[in-house]
């Protein structure tokens, strides 16, 4: 459990960092203009397969609520193409 923890902790900093919503980053909010500027934009009807990466899959789950992304709730997206 601990490791899953670590590793969302990981790609939850990466698609941050590579998204550029530094914006709210302390208070943990994430403005819309950040996510805006983001090279990923939320579409709630992609599937996994369709994702680019699986930091945009993370990123939709995350950062556009696409909750459909994390079947099993372990926080991870697209477990099956991205573990």
Known sequence: MKNKIVKITMILFFVVILSG???????????????????????????????????????QLNICGCSRRDGDKDGIACDSDCQ
């Open 21 to 59: 919503c530094t914006d709210g980053i302390d208070s943990g909010v994430v403005e819309k203009s950040s996510i805006q500027e983001s090279r990923y934009s939320c579409n709630c009807s992609k599937t996994c397969s369709q994702m680019s990466s699986c930091a945009e899959a993370q990123y």
